[in-house]
């Protein structure tokens, strides 16, 4: 086909996504002069990437299906705008063929490769049959279009045990299961179907070798329509977790520059056998030894920012000069690795409560500038909320530095400096992984995160003697600002110097442990504050978000938020929640959920794993319910019988119900 009918200049934008890539896509877009158009949901209506295009347009209900996932609604948003391209960022649609097919029949520019090389690509199974003739090395087993178990078990008694039974049509670690042994296949094989099915539309396996602890790295390519074709180094991306990738970095710390030119050269050579065109990656898994050829993602990637602090090229700007028809703007040998990057994913999630997906309004929002070689890619801002329909991602960390020492100092310091409060991150879990000292002398494969999950998400310190006080000195220092903004109040007039010395006395505890107890001392002579026998003089003196903190001489930086009785503390020792015992408050304990079957998120219930009357020994597992696309299993909280179930297959559950009934056993 002649590809000036495929890819021409234009003005008009159109980005097929939302969060972090709509709002990323849109920066790059608009410092190029194009005029930039949004879609959103019905949950999107107030969300950054709808604020920041120029035009933006509704496409239906929340649920993807009904919008993002809405190829219809889509191409009709394109022409009401006038849109002459569409870009389709990650995920959703990005390596949809029949949408760049229906992009191209609209008449619009579809930034990415055409439809022919999604189709050859962007299945597993297609892909390794290329591959396979290209001579690109491959992770040993079956990708043949026989799908039956008699099939699929063969294939796996051949390639040896342990195997991976892979989605052909997969994304982001979804349908896949490790295999150990025969008998564990078919239940593997109708669990990753099910899972594949609901997230792809499409269930067809394949088989591969596990690769025991390998790591997983990756090349940039890049072509454009006129034969040029680009790698960009290569990214290692081995800390992933449920093989979701949790922290990238640029370039790979374990290659050796000849071991680099290899991987990247395979790389091009697997590009180049569909004369690819557009920016894709290239994945390939490692045993320490050799490369095996995994996938190719016929997209951008979420990690691409890594490649461009070490390259210096703008992935977004080449995607669209490729889309305008315009030749790459360097050789191979002009592309030029310089210092390092990392990159970490700040999901909404609770990594204390198996990572469970976190939904609500984002009431603190606060990053730290992007200088001195930090980047952060966002798509939510304060007062945002985060809905349960999508992907939990909110942000992306990087930073950049000379060498991979620095540029993990600069990432730490970031995250450090990133307070989100009213959902739950997994910001204090990426901290813990980067200072990890396995992580900084890349001691690490793809298993890591999972043996070392108890160290990653240990509980935060216990508050000592320095939160305490700065748990004081947060509710005095907001008494104070909320008195400045009040003409009558005393602090205003007078400075609050009352005659005499006066006292009060503060509680704290964290969770349901014991109450830690400090008085205050204030009125004439300096303030100080008392923790059993000692007594410690302080200052406070307001800053953005925060304040110093002088105790002892001491002058120290303190983060705090306050919302209600509820204290969120940062200082030099860490992270801390604080409750504030009110002596007047009348306390009540609330004892609600912990012992309840009930859906902790909204979401569908896609399997009954036991049935009612059953014996159950604690942490059996009672039912299975899809939330925010990931399968989430219900278990007994205690030993007991199974009462009732209250919920079948195909339910779709609001958060809170009931699903089930244990009676603790012995009653
Ligand atoms: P891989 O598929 O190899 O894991 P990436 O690391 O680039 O590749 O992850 C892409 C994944 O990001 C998608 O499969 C999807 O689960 C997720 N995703 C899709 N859309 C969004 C979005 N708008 N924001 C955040 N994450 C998204
Ligand atoms: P997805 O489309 O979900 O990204 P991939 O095929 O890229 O699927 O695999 C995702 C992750 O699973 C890889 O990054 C790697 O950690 C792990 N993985 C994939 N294939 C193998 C394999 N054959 N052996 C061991 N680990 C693998
Ligand atoms: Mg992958």
């Known amino acids: 086909m002649d590809r000036s009918k495929l890819y021409r200049r234009f003005r008009t934008l159109l980005i097929a996504n939302r969060g972090e890539i709509a709002c990323r896509v849109i920066r790059t877009a608009r410092a190029m002069g194009l005029r930039t158009v949004a879609v959103y949901s019905d949950a999107d209506r107030d969300a950054m990437h709808v604020a920041l295009a120029d035009e933006a347009v509704l496409l239906g209900p929340a649920r993807a299906r009904d919008s993002y996932l809405n190829v219809e609604r889509l191409i009709e948003a394109a022409r009401k705008?006038?849109?002459?391209?569409?870009?389709?960022?990650?995920?959703?649609?990005?390596?949809?063929?029949?949408?760049?097919?229906?992009?191209?029949?609209?008449?619009?520019?579809?930034?990415?490769?055409?439809?022919?090389?999604?189709?050859?690509?962007?299945?597993?199974?297609?892909?390794?049959?290329?591959?396979?003739?290209?001579?690109?090395?491959?992770?040993?087993?079956?990708?043949?279009?026989?799908?039956?178990?008699?099939?699929l078990a063969k294939a796996a008694e051949k390639v040896g045990f342990p195997v991976l039974v892979k989605a052909s049509a997969g994304g982001g670690g979804r349908g896949m299961r490790i295999v150990r042994s025969a008998a564990?296949?078919?239940?593997?094989?109708?669990?990753?179907?099910?899972?594949?099915?609901?997230?792809?539309?499409?269930?067809?396996?394949?088989?591969?070798?596990?690769?025991?602890?390998?790591?997983?790295?990756?090349?940039?390519?890049?072509?454009?329509?006129?034969?040029?074709?680009?790698?960009?180094?290569?990214r290692e991306c081995t800390l992933q977790r449920r093989h979701q990738k949790v922290i990238e970095e640029a370039p790979s710390p374990t290659l050796n520059p000849a071991q680099r030119e290899t991987v990247c050269a395979a790389a091009r050579k697997a590009a180049g056998a569909v004369n690819y065109v557009g920016a894709g990656t290239i994945e390939f898994v490692s045993d320490g030894k050799d490369v095996f050829f995994i996938e190719m993602n016929t997209r951008l990637q979420v990690e691409h920012p890594v490649t461009e602090l070490i390259t210096g090229v703008d992935l977004v700007e080449w995607q669209l000069r490729v889309a305008f028809g315009e030749a790459l703007p360097l050789k191979q040998d002009e592309i030029r690795l310089n210092g390092h990057a990392v990159e970490a994913r700040v999901y909404a999630e609770n990594p204390t409560k198996n990572f469970m997906p976190s939904v609500g309004k984002i009431s603190t929002w606060r990053l730290p500038a992007e200088t001195g070689g930090l980047r952060i890619d966002a798509g939510y801002r304060e007062g945002d909320t985060v809905s349960p329909y999508y992907d939990a991602m909110l942000a992306k960390v990087i930073a950049w530095a000379p060498t991979r020492d620095v540029a993990i100092e600069r990432l730490n310091r970031g995250l450090e400096e990133t307070d989100v409060r009213g959902i739950v991150t997994n910001i204090p879990f990426l901290s813990s992984l980067m200072t990890h000292p396995k992580v900084r002398t890349n001691a690490i494969d793809t298993g890591f995160i999972e043996r070392e999950l108890a160290v990653l998400t240990a509980a935060a310190p216990a508050p000592g003697e320095l939160e305490l006080c700065a748990a004081v000195a947060a509710i005095v220092n907001e008494e104070r600002q909320a008195a400045l903004a009040d003409a009558s109040s005393p602090w205003q007039t007078f400075g609050w110097q009352p005659v005499g010395r006066r006292q009060r006395s503060f509680a704290f505890r964290v969770g349901h442990g014991p109450e830690q107890k400090i008085t205050l001392n204030y009125g004439s002579g300096p303030s100080t504050l008392v923790i059993g026998e000692r007594e410690l003089a302080f200052t406070i003196t307001a800053k953005d978000g925060g304040f110093d903190l002088t105790l002892d001489g001491v002058k120290s930086s303190v983060a705090a938020v306050i919302d209600g009785h509820e204290l969120y503390l940062r200082t030099r020792n860490g992270r801390f929640d604080l409750h504030w015992v009110d002596p007047f408050g009348g306390e009540s304990e609330e004892h609600v959920g912990e012992d309840k079957i009930a859906a902790p998120l909204p979401g569908t219930v896609v399997a009954v794993l036991a049935e009612e009357g059953a014996k159950l020994e604690k942490g059996a597992p009672i039912l299975t319910l899809e939330v925010m696309k990931m399968e989430q299993t219900l278990r007994a909280p205690f030993a007991g019988v199974l009462k009732s179930i209250k919920c079948k297959i195909g339910d779709i559950v609001q958060e809170g119900v009931e699903l089930a009934v244990v009676e603790p056993a012995g009653e």
């Open 81 to 151: 705008t006038g849109a002459e391209a569409v870009h389709p960022g990650y995920g959703f649609l990005s390596e949809n063929a029949e949408f760049a097919r229906a992009c191209f029949d609209a008449g619009l520019v579809f930034v990415g490769p055409t439809a022919g090389m999604m189709t050859a690509m962007g299945s597993k199974s297609g892909s390794k049959e290329l591959m396979e003739k290209a001579g690109v090395p491959l992770v040993p087993g079956y990708h043949g279009d026989a799908q039956d178990n008699a099939t």
């Open 184 to 234: 564990e296949l078919e239940p593997a094989i109708v669990s990753a179907k099910r899972e594949a099915l609901a997230a792809f539309g499409d269930d067809r396996m394949l088989i591969e070798k596990y690769v025991d602890n390998p790591r997983h790295i990756e090349v940039q390519i890049i072509g454009d329509s006129h034969g040029n074709l680009l790698s960009l180094f290569e």
